[in-house]
Nanobody, 119 residues
Framework: QVQLVESGGGLVQAGDSLRLSCAAS????????LGWFRQAPGKEREFVAT????????RYADSVKGRFTISRGNALNTVYLQMNSLKPEDTAVYYC????????????WGQGTQVTVSS
């Protein structure tokens, strides 16, 4: 079983930056695909970014491309989301996810961390 715990959320102003972290326990994630999703109030959960187990394949949602950067920690059991130039529309609960095969249907989810961007 894998447990994912996010941290780093908070309240910031438009244009500010935040760095989200996701730490895994229970099993090594060295061969897992990792990703970030978000869910704004009244909206469905949406894909934000994903990184392969090797770090060689990275993909972003168009809405965050050029502003957000996903990366893995050296121990491969952590994943980060550096968020720059934040906009009010980035306000959401951000979730870390992991899967052995595809981030499209992750087997494991974190509990989420709130990011609020004020205008």
């Amino acid at each position: 079983q894998v447990q994912l715990v996010e941290s780093g959320g908070g309240l910031v102003q438009a244009g500010d930056s935040l760095r989200l972290s996701c730490a895994a326990s229970g099993r090594t994630l060295s061969r897992y695909v990792l990703g970030w999703f978000r869910q704004a109030p009244g909206k469905e959960r949406e894909f934000v970014a994903t990184i392969s187990w090797s770090g060689g394949s990275i993909r972003y949602a168009d809405s965050v491309k050029g502003r957000f950067t996903i990366s893995r920690g050296n121990a491969l059991n952590t994943v980060y989301l550096q968020m720059n130039s934040l906009k009010p529309e980035d306000t959401a609960v951000y979730y870390c996810a992991a899967d052995k095969v595809s981030i499209a249907t992750p087997n494991y989810w974190g509990q989420g961390t709130q990011v609020t961007v004020s205008s």
